[in-house]
């Protein structure tokens, strides 16, 4: 618990992030000024595309672990104090920030960008069409099929996460189950054909090709975004069993000192209590 090398590695860690984001816009601002116009929708910039969007996810997940430190680190300087225990698990979680809070807001940032996706696809998908209507080039109508599929995936994902959206404002488990459900099929599904496109492409007599390297980097991509898929599924499946009622959990805040506990749905007498309530001991 010492707290000069976490505040290094915290000060590290906002300095690189910083610089990143700084060197990134510039490189995305020196390839937005060269590309040329009428190659919006090739493979490259489609390309580039998803590595922006898998940059700034990173950012945000590298961001998200900032606050952690930062928190524990004010923790350890006893700047505050509190303490979340889940009385079904006997856990006790240091950095307790309220998970419905934590899960809307991270709904409400997979919305925009989904959304923001969605419309970059549209607005190829309309350049598609007029490309095909003018030259019926086939290979644009096997381009035109396979972004219309990936765009009615993106609204289906968008549909279901203002589901979950709404059900985490209006506290209804049922509308945040289906959501999690939906999220443990699509990850179930995901990993399966990952794992059968890694088992084709990672034939030995491929590996050392220069595009092997890159199958590398976009499955290591692929394992990191899932684990935080797992990660937020775990954190839903957490906030439904507490919002059924199906466990009880208390909240001691010990800046304010106070303390309360709850069991499911029910208040039971006694058991809000705060330390002005309590007999004051008198040391003898």
């Known amino acids: 618990k010492n707290l000069k090398p976490m505040r290094v590695f915290y000060i590290y860690n906002m300095v690189m992030v910083?610089?990143?984001?700084?060197?990134?816009?510039?490189?995305?601002?020196?390839?937005?000024?060269?590309?040329?116009?009428?190659?919006?929708?090739?493979?490259?910039?489609?390309?580039?595309?998803?590595?922006?969007?898998?940059?700034?996810?990173?950012l945000l997940i590298q961001i998200y672990f900032i606050l952690l430190i930062r928190s524990e680190i004010l923790k350890l300087e006893g700047k505050y104090g509190f303490s979340f225990v889940n009385n079904a698990a006997e856990e006790e979680c240091c950095f307790c920030v309220p998970l419905r809070y934590g899960l809307l807001t991270w709904a409400y940032i997979k919305l925009i960008c989904m959304s923001l996706l969605s419309l970059g696809i549209m607005v190829s998908l309309y350049h598609m069409v007029g490309m095909y209507m003018e030259y019926h080039m086939p290979s644009q109508m096997h381009n035109i099929i396979f972004m219309s599929v990936i765009l009615t995936l993106f609204v289906i994902e968008i549909s279901l996460t203002i589901t979950f959206i709404v059900g985490g404002h209006m506290k209804n488990a049922k509308l945040m189950r289906v959501f999690y459900i939906y999220n443990i099929v699509v990850l179930v599904l995901a990993s399966i054909l990952m794992l059968a496109v890694v088992t084709v492409l990672f034939i030995p007599v491929h590996l050392v090709i220069y595009r092997s390297w890159q199958t590398i980097t976009m499955c290591a991509q692929f394992f990191f975004s899932l684990v935080i898929d797992v990660y937020f599924i775990l954190l839903m499946r957490s906030e439904i069993l507490k919002l059924?009622?199906?466990?009880?959990?208390?909240?001691v805040n010990n800046a304010a000192e106070g303390e309360c506990t709850m069991r499911g749905d029910t208040q039971i007498e006694g058991d809000w209590k705060t330390i002005e309530d309590e007999p004051k001991k008198i040391n003898q």
């Open 18 to 58: 910083v610089i990143t984001l700084v060197l990134m816009m510039i490189l995305v601002g020196l390839m937005l000024r060269d590309m040329d116009p009428s190659h919006v929708v090739s493979y490259y910039s489609w390309n580039f595309l998803l590595t922006m969007a898998n940059f700034f996810f990173t």
């Open 244 to 251: 059924e009622g199906k466990y009880g959990f208390s909240f």
